[in-house]
């Protein structure tokens, strides 16, 4: 990720699709740091386990120092665990941080429903978790 040159830090939060699987992702793409990070929820995102809040961990509760250009990736399902646990279609956040003693903030919002159809190459991914070989294994989502 480039670092963009900039008069205050640019924090923002994604939703990354790769190998299957979805992560959230919190980065600091300005030249600057930010501090005091924190990344709020409109609803809980749960793990795997159906238990633990992956949108309560402390990353995004609370995140001191994001140094330029850093960037935080947080593990959170397989896409086809994801939406059949009835996990969220859309994540909302509210990004707030801190430069010196100026307050900054941004409200993201994105839809997961893009990631539901799309097919993958089987590896590092669901295959990878289940111990079955990767080899040109082609996930196409049930309709």
Do not use: C
Request: cysteine-free; glycine content about 4%.
């Amino acid at each position: 990720m480039p670092v963009e040159r900039t008069s205050e830090p640019e924090v923002i939060f994604d939703v990354i699709f790769e190998d299957g699987l979805l992560f959230f992702e919190i980065s600091n793409r300005s030249s600057l740091p930010a501090t005091r990070v924190v990344t709020t929820f409109q609803r809980p995102v749960l793990a795997p386990d159906g238990v633990t809040e992956v949108s309560s961990l402390q990353v995004f509760r609370k995140t001191e120092f994001l140094a330029p250009g850093k960037v935080i990736r947080v593990f959170v399902d397989s896409v086809s665990s994801y939406f059949a646990r009835r996990q969220p279609n859309f994540v909302h956040v509210t990004l707030t941080w801190t430069s010196g003693r100026k307050a900054l903030s941004t409200e993201i919002s994105h839809d997961v429903r893009i990631y539901r159809d799309l097919p993958y190459v089987v590896g590092r991914g669901e295959t990878a978790r289940r111990g079955v070989s990767a080899t040109d294994q082609i996930n196409r989502p049930r309709r």
